[in-house]
């Protein structure tokens, strides 16, 4: 190989290389919830895009052996009254806005309110950074879901 050759290619593996590096971590994946107060995991939600924005569903619960093991979202209103929290479509319409997604919602299927929503991606990718709120975004509860093996 000649010299030319191979610091074209050298050139070409260090552009790749910086490129990857610099796109941000993906929200896009399996995530686990973790309940605030008992800090055990409560559910895998998988974070999906499409159209341009993200999606979050419900793919899994994890309950005591006493519990329902398929519950029923009964706070819920409207078209989500009574279905299957497995399967719910949680997250909607988060558009990307710099460094996080913002303008979306979530669902919160405990009490069946719908808050505002915004996420970012942290810790190299490994937790994401919810926030759902009413009105403001200083006025609201923030949780932190780690990625799901």
């Known amino acids: 190989m000649t010299a030319t050759r191979w610091l074209g290619l050298?050139?070409?593996?260090?552009?790749?290389?910086?490129?990857?590096?610099?796109?941000?971590?993906?929200?896009?994946?399996?995530?686990?919830?973790?309940?605030?107060?008992?800090?055990?995991?409560?559910?895998?939600?998988?974070?999906?895009?499409?159209?341009?924005?993200?999606?979050?569903?419900?793919?899994?619960?994890?309950?005591?052996?006493?519990?329902?093991?398929?519950?029923?979202?009964?706070?819920?209103e409207g078209t989500l009254k009574n279905q299957p929290i497995i399967g719910m479509v949680i997250l909607r319409d988060l558009k990307k806005d710099g460094d996080e997604w913002t303008g979306g919602t979530i669902l919160d299927p405990a009490n069946g309110k719908t808050y505002k929503s915004k996420i970012a991606v942290e810790d190299g990718g490994k937790k994401l950074k919810i926030r759902g709120y009413i009105g403001v975004a200083l006025i609201g509860r923030t949780q932190y879901w780690v990625r799901a093996e």
């Open 10 to 76: 050298a050139t070409l593996t260090v552009l790749f290389a910086t490129s990857a590096l610099a796109q941000a971590p993906s929200a896009v994946g399996r995530w686990t919830t973790i309940d605030d107060e008992t800090k055990k995991p409560k559910s895998v939600v998988v974070i999906y895009e499409e159209g341009g924005k993200l999606f979050g569903k419900v793919e899994k619960l994890f309950r005591e052996p006493n519990e329902e093991q398929n519950p029923l979202c009964d706070k819920c």
